[in-house]
T-cell receptor, first 111, second 113 residues
Framework: GDSVTQMEGPVTLSEEAFLTINCTYT??????LFWYVQYPGEGLQLLLK?????DKGSNKGFEATYRKETTSFHLEKGSVQVSDSAVYFC??????????FGSGTQLTVLP | SAVISQKPSRDICQRGTSLTIQCQVD?????MFWYRQQPGQSLTLIAT?????????ESGFVIDKFPISRPNLTFSTLTVSNMSPEDSSIYLC??????????FGPGTRLTVT
């Protein structure tokens, strides 16, 4: 069945450091791919998405490119801020709009 | 986007009791989903709730334990029945908008003692 494998956390970075959170997937067909963010004590927010191969999703300085050849959708940001501290979830869209989530990666950014 | 509210935001319940969680959306949607997020874990889909038909449950979830209602296109409820401590989780509803984008409510944090 469909699955998402996400980089193990937690990840701790200093402010202005470069961020990469790895995400790979297994799916039949061509699912849409998403990154969601969950700030402490809050629900999930859609961060970015990509719907087909080579699409690049971007938002708030975060980027991810849909790589069909490597079945990956890695999240990157060039310079993280303390306010980026949160849990990040990679997800794919199965049929009928049902999402399959990765395990989540806790990011802590230190000032 | 979508404005989604859930009630209650949190509750502490005794084992053996039931809790009904409400999810209200700011406009009509066809599909609503219920997810569970166990402590420190990712999200797992419980069921898909469509208005006018019975909910569709994922493997491992049954209607007797998690009955769902969907009386109209802006509202749904999830009941957690005969609760045990293993049911302690965050329960989230979600809807699909736009180009397949899914938006989540703030969640209901349930603790069963």
């Amino acid at each position: 069945g469909d699955s998402v494998t996400q980089m193990e956390g937690p990840v701790t970075l200093s402010e202005e450091a470069f961020l990469t959170i790895n995400c790979t997937y297994t799916a039949t067909g061509y699912p849409s791919l998403f990154w969601y963010v969950q700030y402490p004590g809050e629900g999930l927010q859609l961060l970015l998405k990509a719907t087909k191969a080579d699409d690049k999703g971007s938002n708030k300085g975060f980027e991810a490119t849909y790589r069909k050849e490597t079945t990956s959708f890695h999240l990157e940001k060039g310079s993280v801020q303390v306010s980026d501290s949160a849990v990040y979830f990679c997800a794919l869209d199965r049929s009928a709009r049902q999402l399959t989530f990765g395990s989540g990666t806790q990011l802590t950014v230190l000032p | 986007s979508a404005v989604i509210s859930q009630k209650p935001s949190r509750d502490i319940c005794q084992r053996g009791t039931s809790l009904t969680i409400q999810c209200q959306v700011d406009s009509q949607v066809t599909m609503m989903f219920w997810y569970r997020q166990q402590p420190g874990q990712s999200l797992t889909l419980i069921a898909t709730a469509n208005q006018g038909s019975e909910a569709t449950y994922e493997s491992g979830f049954v209607i007797d334990k998690f009955p769902i209602s969907r009386p109209n296109l802006t509202f749904s409820t999830l009941t957690v029945s005969n609760m045990s401590p293993e049911d302690s989780s965050i329960y989230l509803c979600s809807v699909v908008r736009g180009a397949g984008e899914q938006y989540f409510g703030p969640g209901t944090r349930l603790t069963v003692t």
